[in-house]
C-alpha cells in the first residue's frame, strides 16, 4: 500500500523537526562551552615551576653543569626518538670552548633517566660521575674528563657494580660527591635501610675504604 | 631531690643552640685561627686533607679587581641577608625579600656550625687555614673568598667563615671543622657581592661599611615573597 500525501508530508515534517531540533541542541551545547572557555572560573591556578626541556625527537634537551672552580663545564644532551627510547649524550668543554669533547653516549628505554648530580665533578676537575635511575636501582658512573679509559681498559667505573660484588654485607646506598679528587664517599645501607657504614671509593685502585666517619 | 628535678628542668629548657655554641678559647681552625688577617697566598705549598695530599688553586692577588657586582643589581639598596639552612645544607642570600642566591653547603662536621645571627666583619680573598689533629688534620693554603662572621657570643677570634672549599666536593653534607664551605664558583659569587664593599683583597667591615648578617639556622622555612624563617 503506498503513502498517502498527508502521512509523507507528515514523515517530512518530524524529519525537519528532529533535525532541527538536534541542530539547536548541538549549537546549545558548543555555545555553552565557547563561554565557559572565555569566562573562566576564579579559583587560584596552582603554581607551575618552569618547566624543565622536554626532549622531543625534533629538538634535543641540554643541561649544563659547571666544575666547582667554573674552569669545565659537564654537559648532558638529551634526545627522545619516537620508538620511546632516549639518547643520552655527555661531552666536556671549557667555558670559551665552542666545540665540546663527547665522552660517553648510551641510548635507553625512555623508562631509565640518567642524571648529572650536584656534586659530579672531582674536586680537580679531572673526573665526574653521572647517575642512570632504573625504577629504585641506581648505577654511578665514574668518567676520566679527558675520555680517557681506566686502567682496565674500561671507559668507565660502575661504582654500583663494584660495591655489589666486593661487599655482600651491605647495598649501595648514596653516592654523594667527592672526599678528595680520587675518593668517591659512598654510604651503604643496612637491611633495615639504616645507613650502616661510610666508604671512599678510590677510583685508582678500584677498591672500598671503610670509614670511622659516617658521611651522612 | 629537688636540686635534681631542678636541674634537670633547666637542661630540658636551656636554648637549644647554646650546647652548640665553641668554648672559651675555641678557634675553627685550631692552628691558623685568625693570625693572619691579611689575604695570603702560598702558591708552592701542597696542602694536606685528611691524610690525602692537596694541589691548592694558583692564586694571583693582583689580578684581583673591585668586582662586578651581577647580583642584586634590581634592587640595590635593599639590605642584605644570607640564611644558611644546616638540616638543609643549603645557603639563601636575599636581597630584600628577593633569592637571589641558593645552593648547597658544607658545615661543620668535627665541629659543628653554631647557630645564631652575625655579621660579617672582615673579608680575605685568599688565606690559610690548618688545624685538627691525627687523621682529622689539614693544612689548606690558598682558601679562596672567605668572609669572617661573628657575633657578641661567638667572637671575632673563633674564625667561624664562609669560603670555598677545593678540596672536597661533597656539598650538602656535612664536610668542615665550623666553617660554612662552599664551591669556589658559589664563594666567588657570594663574595662579590656581600657586605662589606669589596675594595681590596682585604676588606674589613667598619661602622660606614657594616658587614652583611649571616643567620647560621637549624633549619630554613622560605616563605613567598618574603625573607625565610630562621629557626635557631
Known sequence: ?216 | MVSFVTTALLLYFAPAHSSSLPSENFCANSISCIHNLTAQVDNNAVGYFYGQSIIPPQIDLSAFHTPYQVLGTSDPTAPKHIFVDLAGQTLYAFQGNNLILQTLISSGKWHPTPPGDYHIWVKLASTRMSGGEGNDAYDLPNVPFVMFFSNDQVPASAGFSLHGAYWHNNFGHPMSHGCVNMRQIDAETLYDWADPPTTGTTTRATAQNPGTEVSICTSVQLQAGAQPQCVE
Open chain 1, 1 to 216: 500500500m503506498l503513502p498517502t500525501l498527508r502521512s509523507q508530508f507528515s514523515f517530512k515534517l518530524f524529519t525537519v523537526l528532529a533535525v532541527a531540533l538536534g541542530i539547536g541542541i548541538a549549537a546549545a551545547f558548543f555555545f555553552y562551552n565557547l563561554h565557559h572557555i572565555k569566562a573562566p572560573t576564579k579559583q587560584s591556578m596552582p603554581y607551575l615551576p618552569s618547566p624543565t626541556p622536554t626532549p622531543s625527537a625534533a629538538q634535543p634537551a641540554e643541561k649544563s653543569w659547571p666544575s666547582p672552580d667554573g674552569h669545565n663545564i659537564l654537559i648532558m644532551h638529551t634526545q627522545l626518538s619516537s620508538n620511546h627510547t632516549v639518547t643520552y649524550v655527555f661531552a666536556v668543554k671549557t667555558p670559551d670552548q665552542t666545540t665540546e669533547q663527547v665522552i660517553f653516549r648510551k641510548t635507553v628505554p625512555s623508562t631509565v633517566t640518567m642524571t648529572i648530580p650536584f656534586n659530579s665533578w672531582s674536586p680537580d676537575d679531572k673526573h665526574f660521575f653521572i647517575q642512570e635511575h632504573d625504577g629504585d636501582r641506581i648505577r654511578t658512573l665514574v668518567f676520566n674528563a679527558s675520555g680517557a679509559a681506566f686502567k682496565d681498559g674500561q671507559i668507565f667505573e660502575d661504582i654500583t657494580d663494584f660495591f655489589s660484588k666486593k661487599n655482600s654485607k651491605y647495598t649501595l646506598g648514596e653516592v654523594t660527591g667527592w672526599a678528595s679528587p680520587i675518593y668517591v664517599v659512598v654510604n651503604a645501607r643496612a637491611a633495615d635501610g639504616s645507613l650502616a657504614s661510610s666508604f671512599w671509593f678510590d677510583i685508582s685502585r678500584q677498591t672500598f675504604i671503610p670509614l670511622a666517619t659516617k658521611f651522612e
